[in-house]
């Protein structure tokens, strides 16, 4: 009972509220190609998106501001190994002597016309893939199996997942009859001037030869991806390694916090990170 009721916790703890609807409110982001343009034509179209890439290039962030842009709401899933068809689309709960339904998030975004975001949904059970197909289709429908029920999705409503190739095993991966209902944009790093505006945007403090240095040194330390590090140097892992200098670190120990220590437990592969941290600053 306690494992459920903290699964049902971490659900609703993942939904983040309603766009603001002023540019001031606008979240910040750097487009890196058409995505802006691809996202908006399926939205016009009603077709489901999959954003791919590596964590930490900005899929979040990008959603976050189109959902502003596009004036919806926004219903954030951190999909895990234990989330079941029910904690999407909701259970019945015992209330004193009744049971009452109470809606998951993937059915109250269904109603409300929001775009709803399964974050990794690779790491869901396949029960709770399978139950988005009938709404990624011309149907637009969520069935409510224990409620004998289905309900017609919002016009406004979309459906967004994001997926990382890197995580992907042949046990672990998405059916290639769910990959192909949705539109697929393609995220990575960001090119080397984007990722300075991006890292001066987050960290306006830090100057502008501190981001120079933080940028080339993330782009080295990628190249060490193919040398058994599992995932490269995140734009996010940068950004914290700038927050953690004009908090008072001094920038190597910033880097090794926030670049070294998180991704490897390897001996070798920390020291072949040092190394380029050093070699920069
Ligand atoms: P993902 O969802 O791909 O794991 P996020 O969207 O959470 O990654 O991005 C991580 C952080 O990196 C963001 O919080 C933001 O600080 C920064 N970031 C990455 N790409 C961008 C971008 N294109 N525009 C603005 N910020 C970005």
């Not at 890196?32 to 908006?40: G, S």
């Not at 700038?242 to 390897?266: F, Q, R, S």
Request: proline share 5%.
């Amino acid at each position: 009972m306690k494992g459920f009721l903290n699964r049902l916790r971490g659900v609703e703890r993942d939904i983040i509220q309603q766009p603001v609807d002023d540019a001031a409110g606008a979240p910040y982001y750097e487009a890196q190609k058409n995505e802006v343009e691809i996202f908006e034509a399926a939205y016009k179209k009603r077709l489901p998106v999959m954003l791919k890439g590596p964590t930490g290039c900005g899929k979040t962030r990008f959603l976050e501001y189109m959902a502003w842009r596009l004036k919806r709401p926004l219903v954030t899933v951190s999909c895990h190994e234990d989330l079941t068809s029910s904690d999407l689309v909701g259970r019945f709960l015992l209330e004193g002597e009744a049971t009452v339904w109470q809606d998951g998030p993937l059915t109250r975004a269904v109603k409300a016309g929001a775009i709803c975001y399964l974050d990794e949904i690779v790491e869901a059970r396949t029960d709770s893939t399978v139950i988005i197909h009938p709404l990624t289709d011309h149907r637009r429908q969520l069935p409510l199996e224990k409620k004998g029920q289905e309900i017609e999705a919002h016009e406004d409503f979309m459906l967004v997942i994001s997926y990382n190739p890197g995580y992907q095993t042949v046990l672990k991966d998405l059916k290639p009859s769910t990959k192909q209902r949705f539109i697929g944009i393609n995220f990575d790093y960001p090119r080397e001037e984007i990722e300075r505006k991006i890292i001066q945007n987050e960290v306006p403090e830090l100057d502008t030869t501190q981001v120079e240095k933080l940028v080339a040194t993330g782009r080295r330390a990628r190249t060490l991806k193919d040398h058994g590090l599992e995932e490269a140097t995140s734009t996010r892992a940068l950004v914290y390694a700038g927050n953690m200098m004009v908090a008072g670190i001094e920038p190597v120990e910033a880097c090794k916090a926030a670049l070294v220590n998180p991704v490897t437990d390897d001996p070798e592969l920390a020291e072949a990170l040092m190394e380029i941290i050093k070699a920069h600053f």
